[in-house]
């Protein structure tokens, strides 16, 4: 069957600002999403971890008539099972142990406008039959309470799993299926993608490049990139833009640069690799037990130093643009602020602000 075009499915600027690429593949996920963004059809998005789900979600709200309510986004893997129910329905004063106020659940943040789940093929079992009865009665009840409260609210949900295999194993409803997957959109990965590494490059450096600390890549780390599998797809590629922003300002991305972003270094290279980390990052403090040490070279590369020496420099170069702010530099390494305190005794590093 040949999917036919609205004429009049115009791609608006958050579209194209969202959804950067000129391959055919993303150019069919920009066509379908001005072609869905106008209705109020649910929207299945799926794709690989990484491919940019959310982004096709963001966009479908901003050229919708909700764009001016809110988006709200739910990673339905990431919330633990016994909270996942208060967090999207609510729940009343006293309905648990802990409950000591009344609560909105997301549904409700998001009336008016969108609610994304994320990694929908994740959800519990019996969750998903209280989020079909939701969307069968577009109505919440919070936990603990009895009057149900109607929602005006648009559900985008995605997910990286084979849902069709999830159902075979009935691992996932086929009756919420169909209520999610009225109008699906398939993302593809950035391998199945490679004409748009480059503008998904020149999109990151913008995003993340100082004013007068501009990098650039040489012609050859460039072909690299794009030869490259990507197996984290857009998510991998920004993180590496960004790792270069941070390590390299103002300097030249060549071969040796590119071997050390992908995390390729030999062994036998170790001389230049410490060169390139002396030019791109503050020293480190004073070397104590906890510190990561120096290898012998000639021998077999040593992945679990090469990260801590990797994860060591970062959090020292995040605290010294965060001025010590613990907090602050945990946001720039998109890590949690308890998980960072725990590596930073790991490595004994003491945040003196600048």
Not at 167 to 195: C, G, S, T
Not at 299 to 311: C, H, N, R, S, T
Request: net charge neutral; proline share 8%; charged share 25%.
């Amino acid at each position: 069957m040949t999917l036919a075009w609205k004429p009049d499915a115009i791609e608006g600027r958050a579209v194209r600002e969202l959804l950067i690429g000129e391959s055919a593949p993303i150019r069919v996920v920009r066509r379908l999403v001005c072609q869905v963004a106008s209705t109020a059809a649910s929207v299945l998005i799926t794709g690989p971890s990484g491919s940019g789900k959310e982004m096709v979600a963001r966009a479908i709200h901003a050229e919708s008539n909700r764009a001016s309510g809110p988006f709200v986004a739910v990673n339905c893997g990431a919330i633990p099972r016994d909270l996942l129910e208060s967090e999207l329905f609510g729940h009343e004063k006293g309905a648990f142990t802990g409950a000591v106020s009344q609560m909105r659940g997301r549904f409700e943040d998001a009336n008016g406008g969108t609610l994304f789940l994320d990694e929908i093929g994740d959800m519990p079992a019996d969750m998903q039959v209280k989020l079909l009865r939701v969307l069968e009665d577009r109505s919440v009840t919070r936990v603990g309470g009895r009057a149900p409260i109607r929602i005006d609210t648009r559900i985008i949900s995605a997910t990286h799993r084979d849902i069709g295999t999830a159902i075979e194993d009935q691992k996932f409803r086929e009756d919420l299926y169909y209520r999610l997957a009225v109008f699906p959109v398939h993302l593809p990965a950035l391998a199945e993608r490679r004409d748009d590494v480059p503008l998904l490059i020149d999109h990151f450096l913008r995003l993340f490049a100082e004013p007068g600390r501009e990098i650039t890549l040489s012609p050859a780390a460039l072909d690299e990139l794009c030869a490259y599998r990507w197996p984290g797809n857009v998510r991998e590629l920004r993180n590496i833009i960004e790792r270069a922003v941070i390590l390299f300002p103002g300097g030249v991305i060549g071969p040796d640069e590119m071997a050390l972003l992908l995390r390729r270094a030999p062994a036998e290279k170790r001389d230049e690799r410490e060169a390139l980390w002396a030019s791109a990052s503050p020293p480190p403090p004073p070397a104590r037990p906890e510190t990561p040490k120096e290898k012998p070279m000639g021998g077999p590369i040593d992945l679990k130093w090469m990260v801590a020496e990797f994860e060591h420099r970062h959090i020292v170069d995040a605290l010294r643009r965060c001025n010590g702010v613990v907090a602050d530099a945990a946001r720039h390494l998109s890590l949690q602020r308890t998980t960072l305190i725990e590596k930073m005794k790991k490595y004994g590093i003491v945040p003196n602000p600048v």
